[in-house]
């Protein structure tokens, strides 16, 4: 089986195996995991901020990053289809008690116009007040669609005009960086917060981070214990993200490639295709899935009519071509 269903499919590899097994651990809730805390101030320095904090999901992340800027009965403005509003389960109004409003574009971008619209300044006891505005890049389920610099760069200025706060949902921040060249940190300073995911298409097992200020990092680790996510000697984790720092980062483009071959031979262009995902209009999309698998390739139904695709590290050039052939012939 060639599975591209997710990128979140990927096995550790022996090397990553090796370094987990080699980890120097100690009571991470103790502050005393060396390897974690590498890992936490490695990653707030590639974003260009003070601290960040070592979380089991990518969710949990997005969770305490949006609570760090938002309260109870405050709002954060999103896209219609963003991870933080279509699949976390409501977690942001049922654990955080916040509001959510949305605007609506096709590719997941920002749109400064509609946000302008949207935007509630503090108006006292009348009406919800903006507190945050999030963006996710890559965007899921907008196909791994980048977000431009200067998009970014326009939001954040309008942000600190208007006195509200950015959360970036970066699960897939390192395909947008490979794929457009973008350092690190210039994503991190159009950012207050930021979440990042090293299971993703980075091919560790388990590990997220909510990246952000020492303040409000200090507070995060705090609302991390009362959610029952304070962990013990987790640097065997934290050593699999190091690893893949070290080692899966550049290799995106890779995927990118292969997942404009699978476009390509599907009938799509593959230019529209940004980064290591495929999104496939079919009139019969769990009928594709079935023909799909019943030839070797796993992919998945993400409505009753798109099919999506999902390049990662276990998906070799070979496996790439192979996978091409038999959709293409679908
Ligand atoms: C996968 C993903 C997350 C977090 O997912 P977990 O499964 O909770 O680790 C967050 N944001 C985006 C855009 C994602 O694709």
Same mark, same amino acid.
């Given at each position: 089986?060639?599975?591209?269903?997710?990128?979140?499919?990927?096995?550790?590899?022996?090397?990553?195996?090796?370094?987990?097994?080699?980890?120097?651990?100690?009571?991470?809730?103790?502050?005393?995991?060396?390897?974690?805390?590498?890992?936490?101030?490695?990653?707030?320095?590639?974003?260009?901020?003070?601290?960040?904090?070592?979380?089991?999901?990518?969710?949990?992340?997005?969770?305490?990053?949006?609570?760090?800027?938002?309260?109870?009965?405050?709002?954060?403005?999103?896209?219609?289809?963003?991870?933080?509003?279509?699949?976390?389960?409501?977690?942001?109004?049922?654990?955080?008690?916040?509001?959510?409003?949305?605007?609506?574009?096709?590719?997941?971008?920002?749109?400064?116009?509609?946000?302008?619209?949207?935007?509630?300044?503090?108006?006292?006891?009348?009406?919800?007040?903006?507190?945050?505005?999030?963006?996710?890049?890559?965007?899921?389920?907008?196909?791994?669609? @980048? +977000? $431009?610099? =200067? #998009?970014?760069?326009?939001?954040? *200025?309008? /942000?600190?005009?208007? !006195?509200?706060?950015?959360?970036?949902?970066?699960?897939?921040?390192?395909?947008?960086?490979?794929?457009?060249?973008?350092?690190?940190?210039?994503?991190?300073?159009?950012?207050?917060?930021?979440?990042?995911?090293?299971?993703?298409?980075?091919?560790?097992?388990?590990?997220?981070?909510?990246?952000?200020?020492?303040?409000?990092?200090?507070?995060?680790?705090?609302?991390?214990?009362?959610?029952?996510?304070?962990?013990?000697?987790?640097?065997?984790?934290?050593?699999?993200?190091?690893?893949?720092?070290?080692?899966?980062?550049?290799?995106?483009?890779?995927?990118?490639?292969?997942?404009?071959?699978?476009?390509?031979?599907?009938?799509?262009?593959?230019?529209?295709?940004?980064?290591?995902?495929? @999104? +496939? $209009?079919? =009139? #019969?999309?769990?009928?594709?899935? *079935?023909? /799909?698998?019943?030839? !070797?390739?796993?992919?998945?139904?993400?409505?009753?009519?798109?099919?999506?695709?999902?390049?990662?590290?276990?998906?070799?050039?070979?496996?790439?071509?192979?996978?091409?052939?038999?959709?293409?012939?679908?």
């Amino acid at each position: 089986m060639i599975d591209l269903r997710s990128d979140t499919v990927t096995r550790p590899t022996e090397a990553m195996r090796a370094a987990m097994a080699r980890a120097e651990v100690g009571d991470d809730v103790y502050g005393e995991d060396p390897t974690v805390t590498r890992l936490e101030e490695r990653v707030a320095e590639m974003f260009g901020k003070q601290a960040a904090v070592f979380m089991p999901t990518g969710s949990l992340a997005n969770v305490l990053a949006v609570r760090a800027l938002v309260g109870p009965g405050e709002e954060v403005l999103c896209e219609s289809a963003a991870h933080i509003a279509r699949a976390e389960l409501g977690a942001h109004g049922a654990v955080s008690g916040l509001t959510m409003r949305t605007w609506h574009h096709p590719r997941g971008q920002v749109d400064l116009g509609q946000i302008r619209t949207l935007f509630a300044p503090d108006l006292g006891p009348y009406f919800v007040q903006t507190r945050a505005i999030a963006v996710e890049n890559t965007h899921n389920f907008a196909g791994g669609a @980048v +977000l $431009p610099l =200067d #998009d970014l760069k326009a939001l954040r *200025a309008f /942000a600190d005009e208007a !006195g509200c706060g950015i959360h970036l949902d970066g699960a897939r921040i390192w395909n947008a960086h490979v794929a457009t060249g973008v350092p690190l940190a210039e994503y991190g300073a159009v950012a207050d917060v930021l979440s990042v995911c090293l299971s993703k298409g980075l091919g560790a097992p388990v590990g997220s981070l909510t990246v952000g200020p020492a303040d409000l990092m200090a507070e995060t680790r705090v609302r991390r214990k009362r959610m029952g996510a304070g962990m013990r000697q987790v640097g065997v984790l934290a050593a699999a993200g190091l690893h893949a720092l070290d080692h899966h980062v550049e290799r995106l483009a890779d995927d990118h490639t292969h997942a404009r071959l699978l476009a390509e031979a599907c009938g799509l262009d593959p230019a529209g295709v940004d980064t290591n995902i495929v @999104v +496939l $209009p079919r =009139d #019969d999309a769990p009928g594709f899935v *079935a023909r /799909a698998k019943a030839e !070797g390739v796993l992919v998945s139904a993400v409505g009753p009519t798109t099919v999506r695709l999902v390049t990662h590290l276990d998906v070799t050039r070979g496996d790439a071509e192979r996978a091409a052939a038999v959709l293409a012939t679908l």
